[in-house]
C-alpha cells in the first residue's frame, strides 16, 4: 500500500456513515467540558452559593448551642455543640447539592437555552452523570468550608474518627440530593415549582432528621416517621464519622442510601432518555 492509499485510508476510518456515531465509548472531553461549565456557573457566584450557606449554617451551630447546649447537656454521650456540628455540615451539603442540580436544566428552560444540554454529542448517561458531579463538588465545597470554621469554632470538635462513614455518607447524600434535584429540574416550569419542592419537601425532611435531637427521645410514633426519612440515615451516618455514635445502624443506613441512589439514579436515567418535559 502506498502513502496515498495510506492517507485515504485514514480518512476513511475517521470519516463515518452517516448517523453512525464517532465516538462509540465515553465522550470524557464532552462530559468534563459539561462538568466544569456547570462547576464555573456557582464558582462565579460563590458568594451567593458557598459563603452564604456556610454562614448560615454557622449561624445555627451558634443559635442552638447558645440556647441549648449550655452546661453539661449532652446527646449520645456527648456534648450538645459536638452533637449537632456533623449534622450541621451533611445538612448543608445536601440542601445545596440539591440547589444546584435543580437549578441545572431549569434555567435552560427559562432562558430557553435548554438545547445547549441536549444537542452536544454526549450520551444521557454522561450528561446525568456530570451534572450530578458538578452538584456533589458544590455540595464538597460547602461542607468543607463549614468544617473547617467549625474546626476553629471555640468548644466545638469536629475531628474525623471513620473517614469511610464521612466519604460514603457525605458523597452518596450528596448525590441522592442532586438526583432528586435533576428530577425536580426535569419536571419544573419555573423557578416557584422548585421552590416549592425546597421549602415543603427538602428543608421539612432536613430539619426533621434528628439534626438537632436525638430520635431516641420521641415517641415510638414519631420515631417511626423519623426512621421512614431518607436523611435520617445520611445524617446519622455522617455523624457517625465524627462521634462514633449513631442513632441507627450504620451498615443498615448505609445499605438503604446506596439503594436509594440506584432507584433514583434509574429514574432520573429513564426522564432524561424520554426527555419528558425536555424534548417538543
Not at 121 to 138: D, N, V
Not at 145 to 155: C, F, I, K, R, S
Not at 156 to 173: D, R, S, Y
Request: glycine letters at 8%.
Amino acid at each position: 500500500m502506498n502513502e496515498q492509499q495510506k492517507i485515504e485510508s485514514s480518512v476513511m476510518e475517521v470519516r463515518a456513515e452517516p448517523g453512525v456515531p464517532l465516538i462509540r465509548n465515553i465522550n470524557w472531553a464532552g462530559m468534563l467540558a459539561l462538568y466544569f461549565k456547570e462547576v464555573r456557573r456557582f464558582f462565579k457566584v460563590q458568594l451567593q452559593t458557598i459563603w452564604a450557606p456556610a454562614i448560615t449554617t454557622l449561624l445555627f451551630l451558634v443559635i442552638f448551642t447558645v440556647a441549648l447546649g449550655r452546661g453539661d447537656y449532652k446527646v449520645l454521650g456527648v456534648p450538645f455543640a459536638d452533637f449537632i456540628a456533623p449534622g450541621l455540615i451533611i445538612m448543608g451539603m445536601m440542601q445545596n447539592s440539591f440547589a444546584n442540580s435543580s437549578f441545572a436544566l431549569l434555567v435552560g428552560k427559562v432562558q430557553g437555552t435548554l438545547v445547549d444540554y441536549l444537542m452536544p454529542p454526549i450520551s444521557t448517561g454522561e450528561l446525568m452523570l456530570a451534572l450530578i458531579s458538578a452538584s456533589i463538588t458544590r455540595a464538597v465545597c460547602v461542607g468543607v468550608t463549614v468544617w473547617l470554621a467549625m474546626a476553629l469554632w471555640p468548644g466545638v470538635h469536629v475531628t474525623p474518627a471513620h473517614g469511610w462513614a464521612i466519604l460514603w455518607f457525605g458523597i452518596l447524600g450528596s448525590a441522592l440530593l442532586g438526583l432528586f434535584g435533576l428530577i425536580t429540574s426535569i419536571w419544573a416550569e419555573k423557578f416557584d415549582h422548585a421552590a416549592a419542592v425546597t421549602n415543603f419537601v427538602i428543608a421539612p425532611l432536613s430539619l426533621l432528621s434528628g439534626t438537632f435531637y436525638s430520635v431516641d427521645r420521641l415517641a415510638p410514633a414519631f420515631q417511626m416517621v423519623s426512621h421512614a426519612n431518607p436523611f435520617f440515615y445520611i445524617i446519622s451516618g455522617f455523624r457517625y464519622g465524627f462521634l462514633s455514635a449513631a442513632d441507627s445502624n450504620v451498615l443498615i443506613g448505609g445499605l438503604v442510601l446506596l439503594v436509594l441512589n440506584i432507584l433514583l439514579g434509574i429514574i432520573c436515567y429513564m426522564l432524561l432518555a424520554r426527555g419528558w418535559k425536555l424534548k417538543a
